[in-house]
């Protein structure tokens, strides 16, 4: 049981590339999140997905998208990178609504020059 | 608009002795709080949470205080570990709305020999 998985563990993007960060749990959660944290601050709400096929926006939205095709998967797209999209993501889920933990997965720090 | 605040940013504490971290909210909308901690190079890990409907709750050497008066909670440790240093973060959210959090910035906390 690997809970919370996610990759890459670190990427250098130049501005104006895209790429993917993928995050994966197998404890079968029907709610996942992806956060960014930047340095001094709490974590922000990007996207979330309450189910597989349904996905909605967080506090952060803007050059985010994200697909929930599979329970397990929530990748995270980047469209166009900027500078300020430089952060760590973390990448979330929990079992319901009701159930108070979110399980973490490791993070994705990305830096965009 | 920080509605989770964590006005310390570090905080230093002899090993045996107690640590308390305090957090502060401004939503009164807010009825679950929760506390996460945090190692370098990983993501945030449940610690202990309080419903609104109750002032304390207590897990071994953690406790934490809600002053709903005050819109103020504290997590106690006691006694403090060297293995208790890390970046401890107050979040709380609204039941009903999909477990979304807003976490507070975060407070360092050292525990010395």
């Known amino acids: 049981n690997a809970g919370v998985t996610q990759t890459p563990k670190f990427r250098i993007l130049k501005i104006g590339q895209s790429m993917t960060l993928q995050c994966t749990q197998d404890?079968?959660?029907?709610?996942m999140y992806w956060y960014r944290q930047d340095p001094g601050m709490g974590l922000k709400l990007i996207y979330y997905?309450?189910?597989?096929?349904?996905?909605d926006k967080g506090e952060v939205p803007n050059g985010y998208n994200v697909s929930r095709s599979t329970t397990e998967d929530f990748p995270l797209r980047l469209e166009l990178a900027a500078p300020s999209q430089t952060s760590v993501y973390f990448c979330?889920?929990?079992?319901?609504?009701?159930?108070?933990?979110?399980?973490f997965g490791p993070g994705t720090r990305l830096l965009v020059l | 608009d920080q509605q989770v605040k964590q006005n310390s940013p570090s905080l230093s504490v002899q090993e045996g002795r107690i640590s308390i971290l305090n957090c502060d909210y401004t939503?009164?909308?807010?009825?679950?709080f929760l506390w996460y901690k945090k190692y370098p190079a990983e993501g945030p890990t449940f610690l202990i949470s309080i419903s609104s409907i109750k002032d304390k709750n207590e897990d071994g050497r953690f406790t934490v205080f809600l002053n709903k008066s005050a819109k103020h909670l504290s997590l106690h440790i006691v006694p403090s570990q060297p293995g208790d240093s890390a970046v401890y973060f107050c979040?709380?959210?609204?039941?009903?709305?999909?477990?979304?959090?807003?976490f507070g910035t975060g407070t360092r906390l050292q525990v010395t020999l």
């Open positions: 939503n009164s909308m807010f009825d679950y």
């Open positions: 979040a709380a959210r609204v039941t009903g709305t999909a477990s979304k959090l807003t």
């Open positions: 979330a889920s929990s079992y319901t609504l009701e159930q108070e933990t979110q399980y």
């Open positions: 997905s309450v189910g597989a096929g349904i996905t």
């Open positions: 404890m079968n959660h029907n709610y």
